[in-house]
């Protein structure tokens, strides 16, 4: 601003220390509910899975993808999501302290301007503020981006068939919460999966993919056909010692093709090549 410049007071600015992300890095940033067992119950989440409070999630997170145009994809379960940032990102300089503030703002705001729409107002008014915290990790190949998202999606099987298992015994079997952590304290997947279907005629394969595999929010720009992909990508990856730099009619033609691409929500398979293979933009 003009006519801020200049006051002997402005010394007082140099004192601010950036944080630049590694350059030529995937960037993740992931944000986290604060305290939402809490929240859950101050709201009344159906456990073990409510989808109001999932589709409100992912609502938010369409929203993000929306305003910040860099993102081409998140994945989210529970009380969390992760958005991806393009290796060659220059947004706000990959200032970490701006990528995180406005990441988890952005989505924060949306998640409580779109409450109403996802829990009835009469039923559930918003009745205590949400928060989120937020980190940002650089990831330095593909392979470990790959690798994050199926930590992820692992993380949210395993925590899903538990909780299925457990909310089974609580609400359907009449069991006690401490008892029903004891049953289950020690089994195997195969061992939940047999209480499932024996006790309470439960076929876990029939669950709700949402619950089972999250949700994958994502810019569709169709799908690439497997050979016609294939080849060139594997390359690429070694020769990029440099990063890119970019011409800003390319990068304001990227942005409006960004804005332009729908927005998609799927609940689908992201561990295998399959989903990635089909979509090689994703990780660019
Ligand atoms: P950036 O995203 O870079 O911060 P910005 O548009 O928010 O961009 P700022 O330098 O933060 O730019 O300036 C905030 C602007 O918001 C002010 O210039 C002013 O136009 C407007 N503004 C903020 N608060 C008020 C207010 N209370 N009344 C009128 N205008 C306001
Ligand atoms: P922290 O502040 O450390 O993150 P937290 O209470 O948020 O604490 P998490 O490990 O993030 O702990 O777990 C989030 C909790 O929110 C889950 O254990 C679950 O009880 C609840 N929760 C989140 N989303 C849902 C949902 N859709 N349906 C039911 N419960 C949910
Ligand atoms: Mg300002
Ligand atoms: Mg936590
Ligand atoms: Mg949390
Ligand atoms: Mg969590
Ligand atoms: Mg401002």
Same mark, same amino acid.
């Given at each position: 601003?003009?006519?801020?410049?200049?006051?002997?007071?402005?010394?007082?600015?140099?004192?601010?220390?950036?944080?630049?992300?590694?350059?030529?890095?995937?960037?993740?940033?992931?944000?986290?509910? %604060?305290? $939402? &067992?809490?929240?859950?119950?101050?709201?009344?989440?159906?456990?073990?899975? !409510?989808? +109001? @409070?999932?589709?409100?999630?992912?609502?938010?997170?369409?929203?993000?993808?929306?305003?910040?145009?860099?993102?081409?994809?998140?994945?989210?379960?529970?009380?969390?999501?992760?958005?991806?940032?393009?290796?060659?990102?220059?947004?706000?300089?990959?200032?970490?302290?701006?990528?995180?503030?406005?990441?988890?703002?952005?989505?924060?705001?949306?998640?409580?301007?779109?409450?109403? %729409?996802? $829990? &009835?107002?009469?039923?559930?008014?918003?009745?205590?503020?949400?928060?989120? !915290?937020? +980190? @940002?990790?650089?990831?330095?190949?593909?392979?470990?981006?790959?690798?994050?998202?199926?930590?992820?999606?692992?993380?949210?099987?395993?925590?899903?068939?538990?909780?299925?298992?457990?909310?089974?015994?609580?609400?359907?079997?009449?069991?006690?919460?401490?008892?029903?952590?004891?049953?289950?304290?020690?089994?195997?997947?195969?061992?939940?999966?047999?209480?499932?279907?024996?006790?309470?005629?439960?076929?876990?394969?029939?669950?709700?993919?949402?619950?089972?595999?999250?949700?994958?929010?994502?810019?569709?720009?169709?799908?690439?056909?497997?050979?016609?992909?294939?080849?060139?990508?594997?390359?690429?990856?070694?020769?990029?010692?440099?990063?890119?730099?970019?011409?800003?009619?390319?990068?304001?033609?990227?942005?409006?093709?960004?804005?332009?691409?729908?927005?998609?929500?799927?609940?689908?398979?992201?561990?295998?090549?399959?989903?990635?293979?089909?979509?090689?933009?994703?990780?660019?």
């Amino acid at each position: 601003n003009a006519q801020m410049a200049n006051s002997k007071y402005e010394y007082t600015r140099t004192f601010e220390t950036p944080h630049p992300l590694l350059p030529n890095t995937y960037i993740i940033l992931r944000i986290d509910g %604060r305290s $939402f &067992s809490t929240f859950s119950q101050t709201h009344n989440f159906r456990k073990p899975n !409510d989808p +109001r @409070a999932l589709s409100l999630m992912n609502a938010a997170a369409s929203r993000t993808l929306q305003a910040l145009p860099d993102i081409p994809i998140a994945y989210g379960v529970s009380d969390e999501f992760s958005f991806l940032l393009p290796r060659r990102c220059t947004l706000f300089d990959r200032r970490e302290d701006k990528l995180i503030s406005t990441l988890v703002s952005t989505f924060t705001g949306w998640y409580v301007f779109l409450w109403p %729409r996802h $829990f &009835s107002p009469e039923e559930e008014p918003l009745r205590a503020p949400p928060s989120f !915290d937020c +980190r @940002a990790v650089c990831y330095p190949s593909r392979g470990n981006v790959r690798d994050y998202f199926a930590w992820r999606q692992v993380d949210a099987h395993v925590n899903n068939l538990y909780n299925t298992a457990f909310w089974a015994l609580v609400l359907k079997g009449g069991v006690g919460r401490r008892e029903a952590e004891e049953e289950l304290r020690g089994t195997f997947a195969r061992d939940k999966n047999e209480l499932l279907f024996s006790r309470f005629g439960i076929n876990y394969n029939d669950e709700e993919a949402m619950y089972k595999k999250g949700s994958v929010v994502f810019r569709d720009y169709g799908v690439v056909e497997e050979d016609q992909e294939k080849g060139g990508e594997e390359e690429e990856e070694e020769t990029t010692a440099v990063p890119e730099v970019k011409s800003k009619t390319q990068k304001e033609k990227e942005k409006k093709r960004a804005k332009k691409a729908k927005i998609v929500t799927e609940h689908v398979d992201i561990i295998n090549d399959e989903f990635w293979e089909k979509r090689p933009w994703l990780l660019e």
